[in-house]
């Protein structure tokens, strides 16, 4: 089945920027999605890419290269309410099936 | 309009007993997936319906069953408990294969 891999844990400043990065098994992609999930609620969509490149939006972006497997999601002017963990999330080819990576923690601090 | 609802939000449960979990999609929505997801882990996919037919199952067991209805709610049941199916089930629905969104999901403990 799809790996996914990231980190487990970051920490960043408030006001600062962080990048968030993922790997994945390229064979039979699709496309990819990053969540945001705050402690005991529940996943909320943040950006999906299928195409190469930057897509932006407002604080979020997110990247993608396919042949490499890679992805990252970059969160600029850090708030505390980004303090959150952030799932990599793959689709696969021909699947309606989501794999979930196991989520990076982000803690902002003061 | 409301967003996806499930019920019920905590549910306490013994061994070898039976469960069933329910939720409502947002609407214009016509795609339910349910999800298991243990502490500090990401989701894990346990099914997908579409026109009232499991389209995709991922790795879990048979007692892992489901059902969708005409209009679109979808019900889990889990049969025979383990402990290890103590988890936060949540589901998410979608039009088509669109983004997903997610509902805040049902604690399960099982005793």
């Known amino acids: 089945g799809q790996n996914i891999d990231q980190p487990t844990e970051m920490t960043a400043t408030e006001g600062a920027i962080v990048q968030i990065n993922c790997t994945y098994q390229t064979s039979g992609f699709n496309g990819l999605f990053w969540y945001q999930q705050h402690a005991g609620e529940a996943p909320t969509f943040l950006s999906y890419?299928?195409?190469?490149g930057l897509e932006e939006k407002g604080r979020f972006s997110s990247f993608l290269s396919r042949s490499k497997g890679y992805s990252y999601l970059l969160l600029k002017e850090l708030q505390m309410k980004d303090s959150a963990s952030y799932l990599c999330?793959?689709?696969?080819?021909?699947?309606?099936?989501?794999?979930f990576g196991k989520g990076t923690k982000l803690s902002v601090i003061p | 309009d409301a967003g996806v609802t499930q019920s019920p939000t905590h549910l306490i449960k013994t061994r070898g007993q039976q469960v069933t979990l329910r939720c409502s999609p947002k609407?214009?929505?016509?795609?339910v997936s349910w999800y298991q997801q243990a502490l500090g882990q990401g989701p894990q996919f346990i099914f997908q319906?579409?026109?009232?037919?499991?389209?995709q199952r991922g790795n879990f067991p048979d007692r892992f069953s489901g059902h969708q209805f005409p209009n679109y709610s979808s019900e889990l049941n889990v049969n025979a408990l383990l402990l290890g199916d103590s988890a936060l089930y949540l589901c998410?629905?979608?039009?088509?294969?669109?983004?997903?969104?997610f509902g805040p999901g049902t604690r399960l403990t099982v005793l």
């Open positions: 998410a629905s979608s039009f088509g294969l669109d983004e997903q969104f």
């Open positions: 609407s214009g929505h016509d795609t």
């Open positions: 890419n299928v195409l190469d």
């Open positions: 999330v793959h689709s696969g080819a021909g699947s309606y099936q989501l794999t």
């Open positions: 319906y579409y026109e009232e037919e499991e389209r």
